[in-house]
């Protein structure tokens, strides 16, 4: 089967990318409008992609009427947001997050999250997240109807349990993280795992 995106299967393009491009991490995403109100969003088009400098990327839509959703705002506007993590504790309140609440309403409040301080941004990361990362923005790409927001990321919070500070290596199999799957409703664990040595 050959899909055409330029052409007569263009529309088709989002359920079928988000249903083989998986899974995806979550980034449950924080961040404070001008005024300090608090927004707590959850996106899927999200991962890691570099380390010198360490940088990361996710990608907001719009919302239905076309305007940019809150966390896209209020970065556009302050330049500053966590990256939470989201493991099985909080999948629940993370996809409670997802709800669209009115510009300035706190997701976390009926989601049941709380909130801890940042060190370096002024958004806060969330608590219970078993890692958060505390970003600025490097810049916001937009191509075509896709907006990438880059992170530059100053400062990570790891779960004590979840890190070995002699060895300075996260402790991967206490780590079970939840991934996103076909859309609009799977999601897939992280507990089956299986090795392979990188040949020389």
Request: hydrophobic residues 40%; contains cysteine.
């Amino acid at each position: 089967m050959e899909l055409d995106f330029e052409g007569k299967h263009a529309d088709r393009a989002y359920p079928i990318l988000a249903s083989l491009v998986t899974p995806r991490p979550i980034a449950l995403v924080t961040t404070l409008s001008p005024d300090g109100k608090l927004n707590a969003g959850p996106f899927s088009f999200f991962n890691v992609l570099g380390a010198e400098p360490p940088i990361v990327a996710f990608a907001p839509g719009d919302r239905d009427d076309g305007s940019p959703k809150d966390t896209a705002l209020n970065i556009r506007l302050t330049r500053e947001f966590v990256i939470n993590l989201v493991d099985e504790a909080i999948a629940e309140p993370m996809n409670l997050c997802a709800a669209s609440l009115p510009y300035g309403e706190n997701e976390l409040l009926r989601a049941g999250l709380t909130t801890a301080p940042s060190t370096s941004v002024k958004p806060p990361r969330i608590a219970e997240a078993p890692a958060s990362l505390e970003c600025t923005e490097w810049g916001t790409l937009q191509i075509g109807g896709n907006r990438v927001v880059i992170g530059l990321v100053k400062r990570v919070h790891v779960r004590d349990e979840l890190f070995d500070a002699e060895k300075l290596r996260v402790r991967a199999d206490k780590l079970f993280l939840i991934g996103r799957m076909a859309a609009p409703h799977w999601y897939c664990r992280t507990r089956d795992r299986f090795e392979m040595i990188r040949p020389a």
